[in-house]
């Protein structure tokens, strides 16, 4: 009896291996036959987010999605490979160039090679592709071709930037950079000045002590703002306040103010605020928590309370 059972153990083990052996296998065969069947309905296009500062912030799908890519469109070549390269991923793809000026024309390919049954990993330089960067155009390209689009979700500096901004986030508007022309400016901060959502911009450091002045004409210079620069990188910095005390912080720090000396310490002229800016803007009517006490409540019509009792249970 004993023998037996003895000798059906390893009959057992070698059933089950070659169980799982058929089972791989018919996996592998199954994958291949959805991979041809996506092929001859195009390739997938996917946006992938990356870091907007530190390459550690990266996804593992994403260092996974970069080392299996066989075509990459970038905003910039030299930061995916810098990006690539920080994540220990050896890239094997085709990178080609995928940039502001040449975001017209290079679509025009990159449809092609969807349209051949070639997939694409879409990134830019830092954040969201579309999202104020390149992608737009060629999303909308491969939606109208009944090409599969799809996302390698993460990070992006709106969403951050209106997340430690400590102003209302139940509603708000993304306006981008704004109108670099002075009557188009003009005419966009007058129909934003009542809007009760939150604003977030992007703006440049050069141009960012012209524009915070001309929201506080145009908002009010006791409008709160925040000001976030260089977002999860080594020198961060979040600046709140009214909207006259942050011009009043831009125009000194840029030089741009004729009170103050354009000379800075070691000889320098700065003439601009560092790094990369989110702004920030309250809407009409809205307005940060001022305390501790007041963390849940947000002052104005429309405003949303806390109670301030004690947390429920979890679960």
Known sequence: MSGSVRGSAPRAAREAEAHEAAAHEAAAREAEVHEAEAREGGGVLTLAAVPIGRAE???????????????IAAEDTRRVRWLASSLNVAL???VVSYYDAIEARRTVDL?????????????????????SDPGYRLVAAAAEAGLRVTALPGPSAVTTALAVSGLPTDRFSFEGFPPRGQGERARRFAELAGDRRTQVYFESGRRLARTLAELAVSHGEDRPAVVCRELTKTHEEIKRGTLAELAAWAAQVSGADPRESRRKKGGTVSGAVRGEITLVVAGTGRRRARNTGDAGRLAGPGGLADPGGPLPPAG
């Open 57 to 71: 912030d990266a996804s593992w799908r994403l260092a996974a999605e970069l080392a299996r890519a066989t075509l």
């Open 111 to 131: 449809l092609g090679e969807l349209k051949a049954g070639r997939d694409i990993l879409l990134v830019t330089d830092a954040g969201t592709p579309g999202i």
């Open 92 to 94: 094997k793809a085709r």
